[in-house]
């Protein structure tokens, strides 16, 4: 009897599983159900190869030629395994005699930002495609992120002609992964290509500069060291927000003012601005 494989996800792993099936079962019909909109492909091509002159054919792994039915930009939502059937976004049903989840993994995105950029949460080659075409001369990219990705993606940017600045909480590229001496002849190998790294930069002068606006954002490796500049410039307007949580989170820049309590006299203009902000965020406008 012929058997029915359907493999959710359109990743390298639901890839090779599907050939492998495929070459254990000749005659079972197998079938790969991704929500991206292209089929399987090398996902490390994403940020090396195909900065570097490789071909975007060469990405792709050739899963519909080996009979496997490949069914591109559809989500699976459901599966009803007593039935042994998945639902798709659109309302169709597949049967299946055996399932395999090959869902993979998501890029974190930033709470609150639009999806449709200027943010990439890199990951496929829908993403690629994107930063390629924002990618070039007289164009700037800020790579949020020092890990191998990020410092390969900076790498192609700057090489495709891209003003490239990386932001990353290390004190440089590799560090904590890499020996001392490594991480720092990689970060000057970087920034020798025109890369923009920076950091640490000291406490006690990094926010005078940049309140001249000589950076675009400094990330504050200490809370507290962070709050000296912020409350000393915006003290009762500034917000205080959390990132990386599924909720919109914003609070007031200062304490409970307990001492003050019941008396009429505490300033609002913070939670009024920490209020307006996250309503903002909770709109996804990000200016
Ligand atoms: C830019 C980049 C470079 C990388 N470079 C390297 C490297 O050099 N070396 C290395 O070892 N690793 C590298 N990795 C990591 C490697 O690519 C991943 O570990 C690998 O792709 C994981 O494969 P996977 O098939 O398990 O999952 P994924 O590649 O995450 O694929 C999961 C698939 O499932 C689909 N999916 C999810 N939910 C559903 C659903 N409900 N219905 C239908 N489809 C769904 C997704 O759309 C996606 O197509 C890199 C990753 C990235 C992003």
């Not at 591109?72 to 042994?84: E, Q, S």
Request: hydrophobic fraction near 45%.
């Amino acid at each position: 009897m012929s058997h029915r494989y359907v493999l959710v996800g359109g990743g390298m792993a639901a890839d090779a599983a599907a050939k492998a099936i495929r070459a254990a079962d000749p005659q079972g019909a197998v079938t790969l159900v991704t929500a991206e909109p292209d089929a399987p492909y090398r996902r490390p091509h994403l940020s090396k190869a195909l900065w570097s002159g490789g071909a975007e054919a060469k990405a792709f792994l050739g899963t519909a030629g080996h009979g496997v039915e490949v069914m591109t930009g559809r989500a699976v939502t459901g599966i009803d395994t007593r039935a042994h059937r998945v639902t798709l976004e659109d309302g169709q049903a597949l049967e299946y005699d055996q399932l395999l989840i090959a869902a993979g993994a998501r890029a974190r995105r930033l709470p609150g930002l639009p999806e449709e950029g200027p943010v990439v949460a890199y990951r496929s080659f829908a993403d690629y495609r994107l930063a390629r075409s924002r990618a070039g001369e007289g164009r700037r990219t800020l790579v949020v992120g020092g890990g191998f990705v990020g410092a390969e993606l900076a790498a192609g940017l700057a090489a495709a002609g891209t003003a490239v600045h990386m932001a990353f909480p290390e004190t440089g590229l590799g560090a904590g992964r890499f020996p001392a001496g490594l991480a720092e002849a990689l970060t000057e190998r970087y920034r020798a290509r025109g890369v923009d790294v920076q950091g640490p930069i000291p406490g006690d002068t990094v926010f005078v500069r940049a309140a001249r606006g000589e950076f675009d954002c400094v990330l504050a490796a200490y809370h507290d060291q962070g709050l000296i500049p912020v409350k000393l410039l915006a003290f009762g307007s500034a917000v205080n927000v959390t990132l990386g949580l599924p909720i919109v989170r914003t609070s007031v820049d200062h304490g409970t003012a307990f001492d003050i309590a019941g008396q009429g006299k505490a300033d609002a203009g913070s939670m009024i601005e920490a209020v307006r902000l996250a309503a903002r965020l909770a709109r996804g406008d990000s200016e």
